[in-house]
C-alpha cells in the first residue's frame, strides 16, 4: 500500500466549515478523512456529502452498539451515504457482527457496489486492565479479551478490528493478512504525545502489522501540518 492510502485524518472538529476547510487543505495529500460522533451529531449526513464531492472516501467511526437488528440497519444507511469505512463495537455480540455482514454485502450485491469495510472496536483504550475487571467484570487478562473479541469479529466476517498499535502485531500473527488492522494512537518521534499514553511512530505501527493509520493532532496541531504530512507519509516508503 502507498503510504498516502494509509493515513486516514481524523476530522475532530463540531463546525462543518471547519471540517471541509480541512478536507479542502489536505485533499492533495489524503484519500481517507475520518468523522466521529462529535462531528456526525453537529452536523449530519451533509459533511460525508461534501467530502465525496471532492472525490474523497470517509471512514465514519461511530462504533454503533445495539441489538442486531438495529446495528444492521444503521449499516445499511452508512452504506447508502457511500462510507468506505465504519465500525461496530464487537462486544454487541456475534449476532449483530454477522447480521450486520450479511447484511451490507446482501446491500453490495444488490446495487453492484463495494461493501463498505466493516470494522470491529474490541476494547476502548480509555479502559485499562483495572477498569476491565472492576468495572466491567472481565476477570482475563486485557489481551486475552482482545484476542478473543477480534477472533469473534473475525468469525463473523468483519473485515478488521480497529486495535492500539501494540496489539497489531498479535493480531496480525493470528489472522493473518486478509484482516484489516486500523489503528489510532500514533505520535512520530518529534511530535507531542497529548492525552495519548501508548502510542507507537508510524513507521513501527506499521512495521507491526498496521493497515491503516488514524492520525489527527500529530498532523492537524503542527505549525506546518503538510508539511507534518509529508514527514510521516516518508517514513513509511519502504514499507
Ligand atoms: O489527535 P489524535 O491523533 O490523538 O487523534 C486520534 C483519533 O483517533 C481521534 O479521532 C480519536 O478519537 C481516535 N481514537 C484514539 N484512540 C483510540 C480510538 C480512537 O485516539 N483508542
Known amino acids: 500500500m502507498e503510504p498516502r492510502e494509509r493515513i486516514i485524518l481524523a476530522l475532530d472538529v463540531s463546525e462543518y466549515e471547519d471540517a471541509v476547510d480541512i478536507v479542502r487543505r489536505f485533499k492533495g495529500h489524503i484519500d481517507i478523512f475520518k468523522i466521529g460522533s462529535e462531528l456526525f451529531t453537529s452536523v449530519g449526513p451533509r459533511v460525508i456529502k461534501e467530502i465525496h464531492l471532492m472525490g474523497k472516501k470517509v471512514f465514519l467511526d461511530l462504533k454503533f452498539h445495539d441489538i442486531p437488528n438495529t446495528v444492521a440497519k444503521s449499516a445499511l444507511a452508512a452504506a447508502k451515504l457511500g ?132 492520525i489527527g493532532r500529530a498532523i492537524t496541531s503542527q505549525s506546518d501540518p503538510i508539511g507534518a504530512l509529508m514527514r510521516i507519509q516518508e517514513e513509511l516508503v519502504d514499507l
Open 83 to 214: 462510507v468506505f469505512m465504519f465500525n461496530v463495537h464487537t462486544l454487541g455480540g456475534y449476532q449483530m457482527m454477522k447480521h450486520t455482514a450479511e447484511t451490507l454485502s446482501g446491500f453490495s450485491l444488490e446495487k453492484n457496489v463495494d461493501r463498505p469495510r466493516l470494522i470491529g472496536v474490541t476494547i476502548l483504550t480509555s479502559i485499562n486492565q483495572n477498569a476491565l475487571r472492576d468495572e466491567l467484570g472481565v476477570t482475563v487478562r486485557m489481551n486475552t479479551q482482545v484476542k478473543h473479541l477480534a477472533s469473534l469479529a473475525h468469525r463473523a466476517g468483519l473485515d478488521g478490528v480497529v486495535a492500539s498499535p501494540e496489539d497489531g502485531a498479535m493480531i496480525r500473527s493470528r489472522f493473518g493478512k486478509g484482516f484489516l488492522i486500523v489503528t489510532p494512537g500514533i505520535r512520530p518521534s518529534w511530535a507531542a504525545m497529548d492525552d495519548q499514553k501508548r502510542a507507537l511512530t508510524p513507521r513501527k505501527a506499521v512495521q507491526q502489522g498496521a493497515d491503516y493509520l488514524v
